[in-house]
């Protein structure tokens, strides 16, 4: 499958969702409703978002400790940058902007810091299904849409941290060396990577700031919680705190599928059609705070992770070159 199909099919997805957003909305109803979100509310969404950040900075330098001794601020600009990639590139590509971005200033190679990065996102995976499990008494599984997406990434999720569980605790990726695919071009490649998320992961286990790492995993998905109830009051809904953490695991599932940057479309469809379905907000409200909710998640990352950007000197046009086996 090559990246011209891969563009069309995230692309036709986006749309896709893009048209089930806005088909058969009034268009005046949807303005009014825009008009009346509280402006102070939402400017606390941001400020919540971009300190969420500083904790997700603060937990990939633990990460990364075994590696290096790097300062939060340069971090933290990493970080930043790989917002701004996921905004502008198909396919997350600014995850590897991100791990560039750090090992430019750091004596880590780029592939041991993106090695970090997919620790990174494992760890969000693993929060969001713990959510989902203290949630599931009350999860809403009468809708087959809610139901088969939940436990689809439910079950996806166990079977990767089962298969990397039994890769490490066999060390099965030492095996792939001797099949001749990954001996050259770009299975050599794959190979690398994966080398390098293991070198990750073990290094994980036997890094002596897992509580730390524990504990702001924790504190990151508790401000994103925070967020989200700052947003709900932002756009006048009336949720009770369990729906309100049930829309934030629908949110995340929304967020990881396959879209054009910045989950456009997806998400938009996919928390409009849960508040709808689920809770039975009025298909304009759903559609506003779906809206104002993504635009506070995508627009004042993507403006500071620019000028980050900027000051890190890099070039798009270096993206093209970072080679995944450096």
């Known amino acids: 499958m090559n990246n011209y199909f891969k563009l069309a099919f ?13 088909k058969g909305e009034d268009l005046n109803e949807l303005i009014f409703h825009l008009s009346r979100v509280d402006i102070f509310e939402v400017s606390f969404a941001c400020f919540l978002l971009v300190s969420s950040c500083v904790v997700r900075a603060y937990r990939w330098q633990l990460l990364l400790s075994p590696f ?51 620790i990174e996102r494992l760890l969000d995976i693993i929060a969001v299904v713990g959510i989902f499990i203290i949630l599931l008494p009350w999860f809403p599984f009468e809708d087959d849409y809610i139901k088969y997406a939940s436990f689809g990434f439910t079950v ?18 030492q095996n792939f060396e001797k099949v001749k695919w ?23 286990m036997r890094n002596d700031e897992s509580w730390k790492i524990i504990i702001t995993s924790i504190l990151l998905w508790g401000i994103y919680y925070f ?36 989950s456009a479309g997806t998400y938009d469809a996919g928390i409009k059609y849960s508040l709808v379905i689920v ?37 798009l046009h270096e993206v093209k070159k970072i080679e995944i086996n450096k």
């Not at 996806?156 to 990726?173: C, E, H, M, N, Q």
């Not at 559609?287 to 070039?315: C, K, M, Q, R, T």
């Open 68 to 118: 290096d001794k790097i300062q939060l601020k340069t971090v933290f600009g990493a970080t930043m940058i790989g917002y701004f990639g996921n905004g502008i590139f198909a396919f997350r590509l600014g995850e590897l902007l991100k791990a560039y971005s750090v090992a430019k200033k750091t004596r880590i190679t780029t592939m041991q810091a993106f090695g970090t990065v997919i």
């Open 182 to 204: 990954f001996s050259s071009g770009f299975g050599l490649k794959v190979f690398h990577a994966m080398s390098r998320l293991f070198e990750g992961l073990e290094t994980l």
């Open 227 to 262: 967020e989200t109830i700052i947003l709900i009051s932002a756009c006048g809904l009336n949720l009770e705190l369990l729906e309100i953490g049930i829309l934030l695991v629908l949110g995340s599932i929304a967020f990881g599928i396959p879209a054009l940057p910045g």
């Open 156 to 173: 996806i999720a166990f079977a990767i941290i089962f298969i990397l569980y039994i890769s490490l605790r066999y060390r099965l990726i």
């Open 279 to 315: 809770f039975n907000i009025t298909s304009a409200k759903a559609l506003n705070y779906a809206i104002i909710s993504h635009s506070v998640a995508y627009f004042p990352l993507l403006i500071i992770g620019f000028i980050y950007f900027l000051i890190g000197n890099i070039e």
């Open 10 to 22: 995230i692309g036709f997805i986006s749309i896709a969702g893009l048209y089930i957003s806005f």
